[in-house]
Nanobody, 122 residues
Framework: QVQLVESGGGLVQPGGSLRLSCAAS????????IAWFRQAPGKEREKISC???????SSANSVKGRFTVSRDNAKDTVYLQISSLKPEDTAVYYC????????????????WGQGTQVTVSS
């Protein structure tokens, strides 16, 4: 059974950091491009970071310089280090996998995790 499981979310104060994990089971991640999305209440889902098969990354302007995506294929896990958190970063964070080499519009994210909640509040 193909599955992605996110973890690492929680309540953090503004300016704080978290590391989110996205672990794959039922398949190996090394042939997949992985993206992180988030969705805040009442807002559309936003693609925030992506890492391709070769380790190339891209990020949305809203998180550039604060969020870093990385992958450990040996552990079938992708990470999202989120720093300098702001209240507007509060959302459910999802990872998704696409059987595609690059973080481009051609990637179709067919596999999704259940999400992990990140709440930034003092």
């Amino acid at each position: 059974q193909v599955q992605l499981v996110e973890s690492g979310g929680g309540l953090v104060q503004p300016g704080g950091s978290l590391r989110l994990s996205c672990a794959a089971s039922g398949f190996t991640l090394d042939s997949y491009t992985i993206a992180w999305f988030r969705q805040a209440p009442g807002k559309e889902r936003e693609k925030i970071s992506c890492i391709d098969v070769s380790g190339g990354t891209s990020s949305a302007n809203s998180v550039k310089g604060r969020f870093t995506v990385s992958r450990d294929n040996a552990k079938d896990t992708v990470y999202l280090q989120i720093s300098s958190l702001k209240p507007e970063d509060t959302a459910v964070y999802y990872c998704a996998a696409a059987r595609y080499r690059w973080c481009s519009s051609g990637a179709t994210f067919a596999h999704w995790g259940q999400g992990t909640q990140v709440t930034v509040s003092s």
